[in-house]
Each structure stands twice: as C-alpha cells, then as structure tokens.
C-alpha cells in the first residue's frame, strides 16, 4: 500500500480531529524489540464515514519533547501509545503544523511504523514558505515495542523549533479511518553549547 492510497483514504473518509481553538498557531507554528511492520493492509476506498475522534484508536496516546542526545540542534518528538503488533499493522500516525490542518488535508502521514521511515506530505500539499517545508521533514529515529505491556514507543526527528504540532494515531477499522485524539506540543529550541578546547590544542 502506497502512502498516496493512506491519503486517498483519509480525504475519502473525511476525518476531522476536535481540537481547541486557542494556541492554535495560525501559521506553521521489559523487553524492548524493534518493530518493522508493513503499511495498513485494507481495501481503499474505505467506507466515507465520518468517525468521531476517540481515545479507544490508541489507548494512553502521550507525546513529550525534547532534545536528541546524538545530534545537535535536533528536536525530536516521543509519541507513545497502546497496541500490539497486529493492531500496529492497521495504524498511521498523522501530523500538522496548522490550524485546521487534518481536515483541509495540510498535513503529512507515517504510514508504516518502523526505524528511519519518513513521514510523506500528500502529492497535491505543498507547504508555503521554508519554514513550513521544514516543518514536515520528520523521520523515524528509534522505534521500541514492549510486548509485556503492549507499548508502542516511537521516537521522531526534525522538529522546527517553537513551531506547534498536531498529532494523532489513526486505526483503519470495518468502517473507515478512525482517528484517535489529538495532542498538541511545542518544538522545542535545541542550542548546541560549543566547549573550547584546553589551551594549547586546536
């Protein structure tokens, strides 16, 4: 399944997150085993129901940033949330910068949830300014699964600092994509402290 067919599905299904109206930036504002699962495997176009959001979607959904501890200037996003493997197979995680951006379709999708996957605007998006751009460069650091408490651990890259995110987890379901709900974070602004050599090397 191609990324453009996630989109196709969620224009087609017409999916809109609820989300607050303030400090909404109005423009681009155990064990652990790896886990390298396969796109969402459904027949698209699913069924053009318009789903509510829900917390059953991804159960205990949380996201936190920070800095990344191996590259400089690096903000990276943490999201979390509860799923097993085969559930995990049916899930996407979406993303926007901007107010109203799920619905207008202004946003990008990881489509398969493994390491050093990147998330893909739609073919018809393109971002308005560098910034913007930017904004949607994000790509999969890390990925962690405890199968214990089935906990679904992944870490994302690229953030452009001070800039608000959106994110949401989707689960494909009999009747459409159902979004689970919305968490909205700041980008942090990660300064890399250059330490001077001792005196006499350079």
Request: some cysteine; glycine content about 8%; hydrophobic content about 40%.
């Amino acid at each position: 399944m191609t990324t453009r067919s996630v989109f196709v599905a969620l224009a087609a299904a017409g999916l809109a997150a609820s989300m607050p109206t303030s400090a909404v930036p109005q423009q681009p504002v155990g064990r652990r085993d790896t886990l390298a699962v396969r796109p969402p495997a459904v027949p698209f176009p699913p069924r053009a129901d318009k789903l509510p959001a829900t917390a059953a979607a991804a159960p205990r959904f949380r996201v936190e940033v920070g800095c990344s501890e191996s590259e400089l200037r690096t903000g990276v996003a943490a999201l979390s949330w509860q799923a097993d493997r085969k559930l995990l197979e049916r899930q996407a995680v979406e993303v926007t910068v901007y107010k109203g951006g799920f619905e207008k379709g202004l946003s990008a999708v990881l489509s398969a949830v493994a390491p050093d996957r990147k998330f893909e605007t739609s073919p018809g998006f393109k971002a308005s300014g560098q910034q913007a751009r930017r904004a949607f460069e994000l790509a999969v650091d890390k990925v962690d699964f405890r199968e214990k408490e089935r906990l679904v651990s992944v870490q994302v890259k690229g953030l452009e600092p001070g800039l608000g995110y959106f994110w949401r987890v989707l689960s494909s379901t009999d009747k459409g994509w159902q979004p689970g709900e919305t968490v909205q974070t700041e980008a942090p602004t990660c300064v890399a402290d250059i330490i001077p050599p001792p005196a006499g090397q350079s």
